[in-house]
């Protein structure tokens, strides 16, 4: 994954996060993806970690995102 043009790939395990990127997500560039995704690190009061993207870049809060997902396991 790419945070910038300059700073090339970097694995997940590399990524900062502060309160506000927990809460409104990254926007990285994957490596074989063609487009920059929002990334979302969503991480369980037992402290299991779930990573959720999305191609929704003007999603801004991890509610949001957890709800979504919740509803899309629902359909499945």
Do not use: H
Request: aromatic share 10%; proline share 1%.
């Amino acid at each position: 994954m790419r945070l910038t043009k300059e700073g090339g790939y970097i694995d997940l395990k590399e990524l900062s996060w502060n309160d506000a990127q927990f809460e409104q997500g990254q926007i990285v560039k994957l490596k074989e993806v063609p487009f920059k995704v929002k990334l979302f690190k969503l991480v369980a009061s037992n402290g299991d970690i779930e990573w959720v993207i999305t191609n929704n870049l003007s999603c801004d809060s991890a509610d949001f995102i957890q709800d979504e997902n919740a509803m899309r396991w629902q359909v499945e």
